[in-house]
């Protein structure tokens, strides 16, 4: 099952994740997971949100530089080793991750992670032949 996520283009100053942030809850938007990475002059924040349409809306009519992209979100055994289990299935599949980043919930007793992968499709196939439970929007926006 594949998430749209968001991304957003931020220039890496003071008061800019303010901004977006501040649109997003006057749009009444809820943000449930969310990476930041960055570099000297710009970030990117990447987003789960609980209206990916209409926060890529206010951000736009915001003047912010906004894309989306599918992810998925695999419930990971919280344990020892729990991670690693699940990207081995990648590595000896030859799956590239491109990113990856922790949901702010757990499901059941299980972590969540969100993970952009090269071959999405392939993935997700991969994953639940394996016995993994990838979690739709609607689980995630609900956790």
């Known amino acids: 099952m594949k998430i749209r ?22 749009a009444k938007v809820n943000i449930r997971a969310l990476s930041l990475a960055d570099t000297a002059d710009f970030g990117v924040l990447r987003m789960v949100v609980d209206d990916a349409d209409r ?13 989306i992209t599918e992810v998925i979100a695999v419930e990971v055994p919280d344990r020892p080793g729990g991670l ?3 990207l081995a299935i990648f590595a000896e599949e030859a799956i590239n991750v491109e990113y990856m980043y922790a949901f702010v919930e757990k499901s059941r007793d299980n972590a969540v992670m ?11 196939d991969l994953l639940k032949k394996r016995g993994l439970r990838l979690l739709s929007t609607g689980e995630v926006v609900s956790l």
Do not use: M, P
């Open 5 to 26: 996520q968001i991304s957003i283009f931020i220039e890496n100053a003071a008061g800019r994740l303010y901004a977006v942030t501040k649109v997003l809850a006057e």
């Open 55 to 67: 926060a890529v809306e206010a951000l736009r009519a915001a003047d912010h530089t906004v894309g």
């Open 84 to 86: 690693a289990s699940v």
């Open 114 to 124: 969100v993970f952009r992968i090269e071959g999405i499709d392939r993935a997700i």
